[in-house]
């Protein structure tokens, strides 16, 4: 219990106080529980104090010297420390919850199990404090000195640690979760097994940290005014945004190139399961997401940013849905210039002008895959590997080893010899390693024809159809046709219809697409040599523009 006499004296001023404290140095003070609730304490000598269980809520301790005060259990919400001193003090099991606690002094404090709900502790110096599971969720600890603190198992989620100092602290084991770490300093820091998921970490300097068994998701590596990038590994967050900003850097990139994929979207917490679902399996396969959302209004050149986030990526995941805005830029500034793997995904129902632009840009860019249309989340999590991750690796093995582009030639037998002048003229670009054409005379005695056809045909980048009545007369020829636009339609292939003689192509589904020649007028008509090496201009243009 409280030693009445004291409490007495304490009530009737700090100026008292402190003059008969002076007196009375060797005279150990007792207010342990007494009730000191809104009492004006401001600079108050109280330093060895015992406050233990005492009530102090709304009171004002500004510049008070609490020292080696024993203040476990003591009632502090919303009382006024700023610039208290408390080092050395004891607020085991304290509850500081609103507090105010700017620029205070608490050097080897012991605040283990202390309730710092929502307090203030900006600037205030906690070196080699002990907060040994301290519940600071949503504290404001801005600029604070917690170098050699113990926040083992404390609750910092939420917090403001920007321009904290925390070298050598020891937060393993603590809640992170949605924390502000920018511009913190992470020297020498214990994180083993603490929890980071969705913290910013924006100029955050990290050397030697410890992060076995950390949860690292979806960190932010951008202010909070540009577009989000996010992260999953926080000792590659400075790398990543060094390259960002550090053209020279890039050289560099080979080296996390194998893991890292970028996920370029719009992810509105209606989409964020969608979100969810591509990083998911993304991390199944050992792969590290990084994402760019273009939620929010772009205040930095996008279109470089992304290009260099894609091209140090493994491949580009490009979630079609609600782009709508944004779109023309990504088609015309980013696709051109990236040289990995591009796989569009798009949501069934969605517009159709979210999906056109892709379809032209697969003609055109080898890395650029067909868009992938999904019904639902269902969907899209099971064929996941099937249907988005293997055609992915296809195309990088394609673009690695820069295999020939292998063209599918659809005719009717009374054209072979309009065929055969053709693949004469094609010889010049299958011998410099470039193209592999194929047509049904190829298949091997004892193959089965239409499982040589269909394979050669599905693995086909160009398909030339060689147009005449025969050709259009042909059952198999227009089966061949069909499939040949259905393909082109899902930006699979670039289809080629040649006019060998007059027929009536316009009415069939290729009436969309304009036969060379480009004049109109059939070969037949016209100097062969001539249209077929056209022809040739025609494919060379597809390789340029495959990389």
């Known amino acids: ?255 996390i190139t194998s893991k890292v994929v970028l996920i370029l979207g719009r992810f509105t917490p209606e989409r964020k399961a969608v979100l969810d679902v591509l990083r998911n399996e993304l991390r199944k396969s050992n792969y590290s997401p990084v994402l760019f959302d273009f939620e929010k209004p772009a205040s930095l050149d996008v279109a470089e940013t992304v290009r260099t986030l894609a091209n140090m990526a493994h491949f580009v995941l490009l979630d079609l849905t609600n782009l709508d805005d944004v779109i023309p830029g990504i088609a015309d500034d980013i696709v051109p210039r990236c040289v990995v793997p591009i796989r569009p995904l798009l949501l069934q129902g969605s517009h159709r002008q979210e999906y056109e632009p892709f379809r032209d840009l697969g003609h055109k860019h080898r890395w650029v895959l067909a868009p992938y249309r999904y019904k639902d989340l269902s969907e899209l999590q099971s064929s996941f590997q099937e249907k988005i991750l293997q055609p992915i690796y296809e195309r990088v093995i394609e673009l690695k080893q820069k295999k020939p582009l292998k063209i599918f030639i659809g005719y009717a037998p009374k054209d072979t010899i309009m065929l055969d002048a053709l693949k004469t003229h094609l010889r010049p670009l299958e011998r410099a390693g470039l193209i592999e054409s194929w047509d049904d005379r190829n298949i091997k005695p004892g193959a089965e024809p239409k499982k040589e056809i269909e394979r050669h045909f599905s693995e086909a980048r160009i398909v030339i159809l060689l147009l005449s009545p025969d050709f259009l007369d042909s059952d198999a020829c227009h089966a061949i046709q069909e499939r040949a636009i259905e393909r082109y339609e899902g930006g699979e292939v670039r289809v080629i219809p040649i006019l060998l003689r007059p027929c009536a192509w316009q009415f069939t589904s290729l009436k969309e697409l304009q036969p060379l020649p480009k004049d109109g007028k059939p070969v037949s008509k016209l100097n062969r040599d001539e249209v077929f090496n056209e022809v040739n201009r025609e494919i060379g243009n597809v390789i340029q523009g495959s990389g």
């Open 1 to 255: 219990m409280a030693n009445q006499e004291q409490l007495a004296l304490l009530k009737q001023g700090v100026k008292t106080w402190n003059q008969w404290r002076e007196e009375h140095t060797d005279i150990q003070l007792d207010f342990s529980g007494a009730n000191l609730h809104s009492e004006d304490l401001s600079e108050a000598n109280l330093s060895e104090a015992d406050l233990s269980d005492a009530i102090l809520g709304r009171a004002s301790l500004s510049g008070a010297d609490l020292s080696g005060a024993d203040l476990s259990g003591a009632k502090l919400g919303n009382a006024d420390l700023s610039f208290a001193d408390l080092s050395g003090a004891n607020l085991y099991r304290a509850y500081l919850g609103k507090a105010d606690l700017v620029s205070a002094s608490l050097y080897c404090a012991d605040l283990h199990d202390a309730d710092l709900s929502k307090v203030d502790l900006s600037e205030a110096d906690l070196s080699s404090a002990n907060l040994y599971r301290a519940n600071l969720d949503n504290a404001n600890l801005s600029k604070a000195n917690l170098s050699e603190a113990n926040l083992s198992e404390a609750n910092l989620s939420e917090a403001n640690l920007s321009e904290a100092n925390l070298r050598g602290a020891d937060l393993s084991k603590t809640d992170l979760r949605g924390a502000d770490l920018d511009q913190a300093r992470l020297v020498e820091t214990n994180l083993r097994g603490a929890n980071l998921t969705g913290c910013s970490i924006y100029g955050i300097s990290a050397w030697d940290v410890q992060l076995e068994g950390a949860e690292q998701l979806n960190m932010t590596i951008t202010p909070y005014d540009q577009p989000a990038i996010t992260i999953d590994n926080l000792k590659i967050a400075q790398f990543i945004y060094l390259l960002l900003n550090n053209a020279e850097i890039r050289d560099v990139i080979d080296t």
